[in-house]
């Protein structure tokens, strides 16, 4: 860990007002990826792709203001936001390439580009809203995972992916 402050994962929940328990309140979970700055690590980018990194934080911004609406106009839903807050640095303790790092999962990873940062921490979000959040329907992660989505999807798209097509259609 090269940066200067350590990793985060910021859990917050609103619970709508109960409605006398007439109806099942649906439980999402809003995880996002909030990378503050990106040099790429040890895997460093190049100059004309480190500009505009300070915006690798897309996700949790997006999803922190998703947050902040749904409390503001009272939805009826419960929503638990999990934000994962890194910077990718480059320092004496920064994590290398051939590294084995353990997940929050307990699941291994050997890493062989620092630069693929977002996925690592998205997993431990996801992660934590399966297994240590309770009674969650949902799980909707947002992310700016450039690299991998502009190939596929061009600058104008998003890429999604869900398990089933209702529920890409919801979304």
Same mark, same amino acid.
């Given at each position: 860990?090269a940066a200067a402050c350590p990793p985060r994962m910021i859990v917050m929940t609103y619970v709508p007002r109960d409605d006398g328990g007439r109806k099942k309140v649906e439980h999402v979970a809003l995880c996002g990826k909030?990378?503050?700055?990106?040099?790429?690590?040890?895997?460093?980018?190049?100059?004309?792709?480190?500009?505009?990194?300070?915006?690798?934080?897309?996700?949790?911004?997006?999803?922190?203001? =998703?947050?902040?609406? !749904? *409390?503001?106009?009272?939805?009826?839903? #419960?929503?638990?936001? $999990? %934000? @994962?807050?890194?910077?990718?640095?480059?320092?004496?303790?920064?994590?290398?390439?051939?590294?084995?790092?353990?997940?929050?999962?307990?699941?291994?990873?050997?890493?062989?580009?620092?630069?693929?940062?977002?996925?690592?921490?998205?997993?431990?979000?996801?992660?934590?809203?399966?297994?240590?959040?309770?009674?969650?329907?949902?799980?909707?992660?947002?992310? =700016?995972?450039?690299? !991998? *989505?502009?190939?596929?999807?061009?600058? #104008?798209?998003?890429? $999604? %992916? @869900?398990?089933?097509?209702?529920?890409?259609?919801?979304?």
């Open positions: 860990m909030g990378v503050i700055y990106d040099t790429g690590g040890l895997s460093l980018k190049p100059k004309v792709g480190m500009c505009g990194m300070k915006h690798d934080m897309g996700g949790s911004a997006g999803l922190l203001g =998703t947050f902040l609406a !749904a *409390v503001r106009l009272r939805l009826p839903t #419960k929503i638990t936001l $999990i %934000l @994962a807050i890194v910077e990718n640095a480059i320092g004496p303790t920064a994590v290398r390439n051939d590294d084995v790092l353990t997940m929050k999962s307990g699941k291994t990873v050997e890493i062989n580009n620092t630069d693929a940062e977002g996925r690592l921490i998205l997993a431990d979000c996801v992660s934590h809203a399966s297994n240590s959040v309770e009674g969650v329907d949902v799980i909707l992660d947002m992310a =700016t995972l450039t690299g !991998a *989505v502009s190939v596929t999807t061009g600058k #104008k798209h998003a890429g $999604i %992916l @869900a398990r089933t097509r209702a529920m890409e259609e919801r979304v």
